[in-house]
């Protein structure tokens, strides 16, 4: 149209929009415009979800399996501080390890039997911690 006030395309679109020069009546929201708005959406629990029917859960191999790594998660996490603990500790001696020495004894003990640990473990425990941020960012996108 060369012109948007004969434009009959221009008219309906103004209509919806609201923007219309004439009175119009007003336009319902649509059931589908709802469903691809993220307003009145909230984020999906694992509760929300529905059951399969006559579903085991976490009661079969693979879920206690799943169940069992989700749970060394936390286990990772308190490695991966030890391990960044003792590094700080080796590298700065001075500011980092005679504090832990003179104030926390218990915890300066950890840091002096970490310095057997094995190189597996801590690649177990990144991998572990990679493995779950991963899985949580998947988690995220899928929602």
């Not at 006030?5 to 209509?15: H, K, L, T």
């Amino acid at each position: 149209c060369a012109s948007r006030r004969g434009c009959p395309a221009y008219a309906a679109m103004s209509e919806l929009s609201g923007n219309a020069s004439r009175p119009s009546r007003a336009v319902p929201a649509s059931p589908m415009r709802q469903q691809f708005s993220r307003r009145n959406t909230s984020r999906i629990r694992t509760n929300d979800l529905p059951v399969e029917k006559n579903a085991r859960g976490v009661y079969t191999g693979p879920g206690i399996f799943f169940a069992c790594i989700k749970l060394t998660v936390p286990l990772a996490y308190v490695y991966i501080l030890l391990v960044l603990l003792r590094e700080l500790c080796v590298g700065f001696p001075e500011t980092i390890h005679a504090p832990i020495t003179h104030y926390l004894p218990h915890l300066d003990w950890v840091v002096r039997m970490m310095k057997g640990s094995s190189l597996f473990m801590e690649i177990w425990a990144v991998v572990e911690a990679i493995f779950y941020i991963c899985l949580k960012l998947h988690i995220q996108w899928l929602q």
